[in-house]
C-alpha cells in the first residue's frame, strides 16, 4: 500500500481475483479440460443420459445454484467504484478518522444505489426513495455510510421496520404491484402512523424521480457523532450535493420510461463513466457541539426530522468521484454488504433508535443474503487494511489461517495478533464513554411527538411547480387505493401539515376536503430544500436528441452537435432508420440511432435542424412529431432552426413566441431561429440560449395541457 493511500490500493486487491477468460481452456471445476459442452454422455446416439458424466452433473449442479436471495429492501441496485479525498484538515478539531481529516489520503470507494421497493428486476424510474450506500475502504478499516436520497424517514423506531416493509412492498395475496407505492396497504400504514407524514411529502415530490443518480442528494440520515483525539464528541449529519445539482423526471415520463428502458438510470450511470463523465458528489456535514443538542424545536435522535441549513449550514469537506465501472455485477455489485456497524476510529453511533436496530438488522441480513460470516472475505467487501482475529471456519472460508493459536491471550504465537496500543499514530476503535442511565421501557419520547410541523416546513419550502407536482402525486397515488376510508384518512392526516394541501388532493380523488385547518400553517420555509434552488448551470451528461431526414442542414447538425458536445452533453442524430441521411447539400450526415428504437423520454432536449425537405419527411413521421410534442410536454429545451420551426406547429406545439426573420427567440426553453445563421450553422447566440435552455433542466412553468403525448 502506498504510504499516502490512494484509490488504486482497492483496485490492486480485486486484481488478484480477477479472472480472464482470454487465451483460456475450458475445464471442469477441477480444472479438468472438457472437450464438449454441448451434448450430454449417453448411451448411444438417442439412448439415456448417464450418471458418469461428471461434467454434466457438474453444469446444471452449479446452474441450479446460481441464485442468492434478493435483498429484502433495496432489491435493485447500481454500484461503481471511485475515490474521495477530503480538501483540507479543518475536521481533525472533530474526528480522529484519518480519511475525515487528511488531504493527503485518497480513499477508494464502492457506491450502490437503489430503489426500495421494488424487486432485483424492476423499473429504475418507478416512484421510490433511491439508496445511496457507500462503502470507505479506509486505511483504518471499512466505513459505511448507508443514506438514502432523502434526509429522513417513514418510522422512528427501527422495531416498524417489517410493517412498513410489509405495507410498501407488493401486496401478499396477489404481490401487486410491483415497485410502486400506489395502492392500499402502503396509505393504510400512511393514515395510521402520523410520523410517516413528513417522509410522505418527500416521496411524493419530485425527489423521488431522480433524473440521474449523478443528479440526486445524498444523505446519512441519523446524527451520528464524530469523536476526536481527547474522546470529544459532536453531532454529525452528513450530506452528499451533486455537482450535477439535483434535478428529476417528469411523473409521466418517468412512466413511459419504465417501459421503454427499465434500465434508464444503470444504464446511464455505466454510460457516464465509461464516457469519462464521472458521478461527482461533495461530502457535506452538519456539525453541532453536544452543549447543543437540546437546542432545537425537534430531537436530533429523531429519524424522520432533518436540521434546516439555514440553521446549521452543510459545510463542504471533501469530493467523491465515481470513475470506474464494475466488472462483474454479480461479484460485486449484488455481494456487497453495507453494515452500519461498519465505523472507523472517530465515527461512532447516537442513540437514534432507527440506527440502533440497523445496528442489529445489516449484519444479520448478510448472514441469510450471503450464506455465512465469511462474507467479508468477498472481494468487494476486503478491507484495504490488514484483517487479523481469531475468528476461524464457517462456511466458505477462503483463508488459511496458519499457526495452533486461535485465541487471546496466547504464547504460542507470540501473543499475535496483538492489541493494539492507540499510542504513536495506532488507530484503535475507542467508542464515545457516553453515560446512560434509565429504567428499562417501551416509550417513545415525548421529544418526538411533533410529526406535523417540518412536513409543513417542506411543503412551505417547495416552489409552485413542485407543489403541483406534489398534489398530483397525492392524487395519483391516492386515486388507485380502493378502499375509501384510507383515502379520507390520509386527507385528514395532510390537513395537519397544510389545509391548502389537504383541500387540493381532497378534490382530486372524490373525496370531502376538510373544513378547517386543524392548526395554522406556521409559515417558516427552508429554502435548501426546493430542487428549484439546486444548480442548474451545465449541460455536461445531458443526453440532447437532433432529428434529421434526407435534406437537413448538414452545418446545423454539425454546429449543434460540436458546440454541445464541447460542453459535455450527449449529442445523438436520430433519423427514421439507422445509417445515414443525405444532407441538402448531398453530403453524408451519420445517423446515431433509428427514431423507432428510442423515445423523447430518453432525452433531455432536441433539436429540429433546417432543411426544407428534412422538415417535410418528418412532418410526415409519427414517431417525430411525437417525439417533439411528448419532449414539449415533459418540459424538455427545444431548439429548432428555420424550417425547423415549422415542425413545432405540426407537432402542436402552439401558443409560443416564434423567431422572427434573422432573430432568436427564446420563450419557456422553446429557442428558435429563423434565418440570420452563419454560412456554417446557427450562430453563436442560438448556441449559447439552446445551452442555457438545456442547463436550466426543464421548464416546468410551461404552459402545456392542451399538447397531446
Ligand atoms: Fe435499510 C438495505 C438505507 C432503515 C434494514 N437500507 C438498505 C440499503 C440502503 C438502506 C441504501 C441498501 C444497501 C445496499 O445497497 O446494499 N435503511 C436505509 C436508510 C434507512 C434505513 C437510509 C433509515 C435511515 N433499514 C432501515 C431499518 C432497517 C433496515 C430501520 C431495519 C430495522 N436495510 C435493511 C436491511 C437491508 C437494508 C434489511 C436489506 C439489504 C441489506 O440490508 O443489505 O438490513
Same mark, same amino acid.
Given at each position: 500500500?502506498s504510504s499516502s493511500g490512494d484509490h488504486a490500493d482497492k483496485q490492486r486487491q480485486l486484481d488478484e481475483f480477477r479472472v480472464d477468460p482470454r487465451d483460456s481452456e475450458l475445464t471442469t471445476d477441477q480444472g479438468v479440460k472438457v472437450d464438449d459442452t454441448d451434448n450430454s454422455l449417453s448411451v448411444g446416439e438417442r439412448g439415456p443420459t448417464i450418471m458418469d458424466d461428471f461434467h454434466f452433473r457438474e453444469k446444471i449442479t452449479h446452474f441450479d445454484h446460481e441464485r442468492i436471495p434478493e435483498r429484502v429492501v433495496h432489491a435493485r441496485g447500481?454500484?461503481?467504484?471511485?475515490?474521495?479525498?477530503?480538501?483540507?484538515?479543518?475536521?481533525?478539531?472533530?474526528?480522529?478518522?484519518?480519511?475525515?481529516?487528511?488531504?493527503?489520503?485518497?480513499?477508494?470507494?464502492?457506491?450502490?444505489?437503489?430503489?426500495?421497493?421494488?424487486?432485483?428486476?424492476?423499473?429504475?424510474?418507478?416512484?421510490?426513495?433511491?439508496?445511496?450506500?457507500?462503502?470507505?475502504?479506509?486505511?483504518?478499516?471499512?466505513?459505511?455510510?448507508?443514506?438514502?436520497?432523502?434526509?429522513?424517514?417513514?418510522?422512528?423506531?427501527?422495531?416498524?421496520?417489517?410493517?412498513?416493509?410489509?405495507?410498501?412492498?407488493?401486496?401478499?395475496?396477489?404481490?401487486?404491484?410491483?415497485?410502486?407505492?400506489?395502492?392500499?396497504?402502503?396509505?393504510?400504514?400512511?393514515?395510521?402512523?402520523?410520523?410517516?407524514?413528513?417522509?410522505?411529502?418527500?416521496?411524493?415530490?419530485?425527489?423521488?424521480?431522480?433524473?440521474?443518480?449523478?443528479?440526486?442528494?445524498?444523505?446519512?440520515?441519523?446524527?451520528? +457523532?464524530?469523536?476526536?483525539?481527547?474522546?470529544?464528541?459532536?453531532?454529525?449529519?452528513?450530506?452528499?450535493?451533486?455537482?450535477?445539482?439535483?434535478?428529476?423526471?417528469?411523473?409521466?415520463?418517468?412512466?413511459?420510461?419504465?417501459?421503454?428502458?427499465?434500465?434508464?438510470?444503470?444504464?446511464?450511470?455505466?454510460?457516464?463513466?465509461?464516457?469519462?463523465?464521472?458521478?461527482?458528489?461533495?461530502?457535506?456535514?452538519?456539525?453541532?457541539?453536544?452543549?447543543?443538542?437540546?437546542?432545537?424545536?425537534?430531537?436530533?435522535?429523531?429519524?424522520?426530522?432533518?436540521?434546516?441549513?439555514?440553521?446549521?449550514?452543510?459545510?463542504?469537506?471533501?469530493?467523491?468521484?465515481?470513475?470506474?465501472?464494475?466488472?462483474?455485477?454479480?461479484?460485486?455489485?449484488?455481494?456487497?454488504?453495507?453494515?452500519?456497524?461498519? %465505523?472507523?476510529?472517530?465515527?461512532?453511533?447516537?442513540?437514534?433508535?432507527?440506527?440502533?436496530?440497523?445496528?442489529?438488522?445489516?449484519?444479520?441480513?448478510?448472514?441469510?443474503?450471503?450464506?455465512?460470516?465469511?462474507?467479508?472475505?468477498?472481494? %468487494?467487501?476486503?478491507?484495504?487494511?490488514?484483517?487479523?482475529?481469531?475468528? +476461524?471456519?464457517?462456511?466458505?472460508?477462503?483463508?488459511?489461517?496458519?499457526?495452533?493459536?486461535?485465541?487471546?491471550?496466547?504464547?504460542?504465537?507470540?501473543?499475535?495478533?496483538?492489541?493494539?496500543?492507540?499510542?504513536?499514530?495506532?488507530?484503535?476503535? +475507542?467508542?464515545?464513554?457516553?453515560?446512560?442511565?434509565?429504567?428499562?421501557?417501551?416509550?417513545?419520547?415525548?421529544?418526538?411527538?411533533?410529526?406535523?410541523?417540518?412536513?409543513?416546513?417542506?411543503?412551505?419550502?417547495?416552489?409552485?411547480?413542485?407543489?403541483?407536482?406534489?398534489?398530483?402525486?397525492?392524487?395519483?397515488?391516492?386515486?388507485?387505493?380502493?378502499?375509501?376510508?384510507?383515502?379520507?384518512?390520509?386527507?385528514?392526516?395532510?390537513?395537519?401539515?397544510?389545509?391548502?394541501?389537504?383541500?387540493?388532493?381532497?378534490?382530486?380523488?372524490?373525496?370531502?376536503?376538510?373544513?378547517?385547518?386543524?392548526?395554522?400553517?406556521?409559515?417558516?420555509?427552508?429554502?435548501?430544500?426546493?430542487?428549484?434552488?439546486?444548480?442548474?448551470?451545465?449541460?455536461?451528461?445531458?443526453?440532447?436528441?437532433?432529428?434529421?431526414?434526407?435534406?437537413?442542414?448538414?452545418?446545423?447538425?454539425?454546429?449543434?452537435?460540436?458546440?454541445?458536445?464541447?460542453?459535455?452533453?450527449?449529442?445523438?442524430?436520430?433519423?427514421?432508420?439507422?445509417?445515414?441521411?443525405?444532407?441538402?447539400?448531398?453530403?453524408?450526415?451519420?445517423?446515431?440511432?433509428?427514431?423507432?428504437?428510442?423515445?423523447?423520454?430518453?432525452?433531455?432536449?432536441?433539436?429540429?435542424?433546417?432543411?426544407?425537405?428534412?422538415?417535410?419527411?418528418?412532418?410526415?413521421?409519427?414517431?417525430?412529431?411525437?417525439?417533439?410534442?411528448?419532449?414539449?410536454?415533459?418540459?424538455?429545451?427545444?431548439?429548432?432552426?428555420?424550417?425547423? %420551426?415549422?415542425?413545432?406547429?405540426?407537432?402542436?406545439?402552439?401558443?409560443?413566441?416564434?423567431?422572427?426573420?434573422?432573430?432568436?427567440?427564446?420563450?419557456?426553453?422553446?429557442?428558435?431561429?429563423?434565418?440570420?445563421?452563419?454560412?456554417?450553422?446557427?450562430?453563436?447566440?442560438?448556441?449559447?440560449?439552446?445551452?442555457?435552455?438545456?442547463?436550466?433542466?426543464?421548464?416546468?412553468?410551461?404552459?402545456?395541457?392542451?399538447?397531446?403525448?
Amino acid at each position: 500500500m502506498s504510504s499516502s493511500g490512494d484509490h488504486a490500493d482497492k483496485q490492486r486487491q480485486l486484481d488478484e481475483f480477477r479472472v480472464d477468460p482470454r487465451d483460456s481452456e475450458l475445464t471442469t471445476d477441477q480444472g479438468v479440460k472438457v472437450d464438449d459442452t454441448d451434448n450430454s454422455l449417453s448411451v448411444g446416439e438417442r439412448g439415456p443420459t448417464i450418471m458418469d458424466d461428471f461434467h454434466f452433473r457438474e453444469k446444471i449442479t452449479h446452474f441450479d445454484h446460481e441464485r442468492i436471495p434478493e435483498r429484502v429492501v433495496h432489491a435493485r441496485g447500481s454500484g461503481a467504484y471511485g475515490h474521495f479525498r477530503v480538501y483540507d484538515d479543518s475536521l481533525a478539531e472533530y474526528t480522529v478518522a484519518e480519511f475525515l481529516r487528511d488531504p493527503s489520503v485518497e480513499t477508494p470507494v464502492f457506491v450502490r444505489f437503489s430503489t426500495v421497493a421494488g424487486s432485483r428486476g424492476s423499473a429504475d424510474t418507478v416512484r421510490d426513495v433511491r439508496g445511496f450506500a457507500t462503502k470507505f475502504y479506509t486505511r483504518q478499516g471499512n466505513f459505511d455510510l448507508v443514506g438514502n436520497n432523502m434526509p429522513v424517514f417513514f418510522i422512528q423506531d427501527g422495531i416498524k421496520f417489517p410493517d412498513f416493509v410489509h405495507a410498501v412492498k407488493p401486496e401478499p395475496h396477489n404481490e401487486i404491484p410491483q415497485a410502486s407505492s400506489a395502492h392500499d396497504t402502503l396509505w393504510d400504514f400512511v393514515q395510521l402512523q402520523p410520523e410517516t407524514m413528513h417522509m410522505m411529502m418527500w416521496l411524493m415530490s419530485d425527489r423521488a424521480l431522480p433524473r440521474s443518480f449523478a443528479m440526486m442528494q445524498g444523505f446519512g440520515v441519523h446524527t451520528f +457523532r464524530l469523536v476526536n483525539a481527547e474522546g470529544r464528541g459532536t453531532f454529525v449529519k452528513f450530506h452528499w450535493k451533486p455537482m450535477l445539482g439535483t434535478h428529476s423526471l417528469d411523473w409521466d415520463e418517468t412512466q413511459k420510461i419504465a417501459g421503454k428502458d427499465p434500465d434508464f438510470n444503470r444504464r446511464d450511470l455505466w454510460d457516464a463513466i465509461e464516457a469519462g463523465n464521472f458521478p461527482e458528489y461533495e461530502l457535506c456535514v452538519q456539525l453541532v457541539p453536544e452543549a447543543d443538542e437540546h437546542r432545537f424545536d425537534f430531537d436530533l435522535l429523531d429519524a424522520t426530522k432533518i436540521i434546516p441549513e439555514e440553521e446549521v449550514p452543510a459545510r463542504p469537506v471533501g469530493r467523491l468521484v465515481l470513475d470506474r465501472n464494475p466488472e462483474n455485477f454479480f461479484a460485486e455489485t449484488e455481494q456487497v454488504a453495507f453494515c452500519l456497524g461498519n %465505523v472507523v476510529p472517530g465515527i461512532d453511533f447516537t442513540n437514534d433508535p432507527l440506527l440502533q436496530a440497523r445496528l442489529f438488522s445489516y449484519l444479520d441480513t448478510q448472514l441469510i443474503r450471503l450464506g455465512g460470516p465469511n462474507f467479508t472475505q468477498l472481494p %468487494v467487501n476486503r478491507s484495504v487494511a490488514p484483517v487479523r482475529n481469531h475468528h +476461524r471456519d464457517a462456511y466458505h472460508q477462503t483463508q488459511i489461517h496458519q499457526g495452533r493459536a486461535a485465541y487471546h491471550k496466547n504464547s504460542l504465537s507470540g501473543g499475535c495478533p496483538a492489541i493494539g496500543t492507540g499510542v504513536d499514530g495506532d488507530a484503535v476503535y +475507542r467508542h464515545y464513554q457516553e453515560r446512560v442511565d434509565g429504567a428499562k421501557i417501551r416509550k417513545r419520547s415525548e421529544s418526538f411527538a411533533d410529526h406535523y410541523s417540518q412536513a409543513t416546513l417542506f411543503w412551505n419550502s417547495m416552489s409552485d411547480w413542485e407543489k403541483e407536482h406534489i398534489v398530483s402525486a397525492f392524487r395519483f397515488e391516492l386515486g388507485k387505493v380502493e378502499h375509501k376510508h384510507i383515502r379520507e384518512g390520509v386527507v385528514e392526516q395532510l390537513n395537519h401539515v397544510d389545509h391548502d394541501l389537504a383541500t387540493q388532493v381532497a378534490e382530486g380523488i372524490g373525496v370531502e376536503p376538510p373544513k378547517a385547518p386543524v392548526t395554522e400553517n406556521h409559515g417558516r420555509s427552508s429554502p435548501a430544500l426546493s430542487q428549484a434552488n439546486s444548480p442548474a448551470d451545465t449541460v455536461k451528461a445531458r443526453k440532447v436528441a437532433v432529428l434529421v431526414a434526407d435534406g437537413v442542414e448538414a452545418a446545423d447538425v454539425t454546429a449543434v452537435g460540436e458546440a454541445l458536445t464541447e460542453q459535455g452533453a450527449i449529442c445523438e442524430v436520430l433519423a427514421a432508420h439507422d445509417g445515414a441521411v443525405r444532407s441538402a447539400d448531398g453530403d453524408q450526415v451519420e445517423v446515431t440511432r433509428a427514431l423507432p428504437t428510442v423515445a423523447s423520454v430518453l432525452y433531455d432536449a432536441v433539436v429540429i435542424p433546417g432543411g426544407e425537405q428534412s422538415v417535410r419527411a418528418l412532418a410526415e413521421d409519427g414517431d417525430a412529431l411525437h417525439f417533439v410534442a411528448e419532449a414539449y410536454k415533459h418540459c424538455k429545451a427545444i431548439g429548432a432552426l428555420d424550417a425547423g %420551426v415549422e415542425l413545432l406547429g405540426r407537432a402542436g406545439v402552439s401558443s409560443l413566441q416564434i423567431a422572427t426573420e434573422g432573430l432568436v427567440e427564446v420563450d419557456q426553453g422553446v429557442v428558435t431561429r429563423r434565418g440570420g445563421g452563419a454560412p456554417g450553422g446557427p450562430d453563436d447566440n442560438f448556441k449559447r440560449e439552446l445551452i442555457n435552455a438545456i442547463a436550466a433542466h426543464r421548464h416546468w412553468t410551461r404552459n402545456k395541457a392542451h399538447v397531446p403525448a
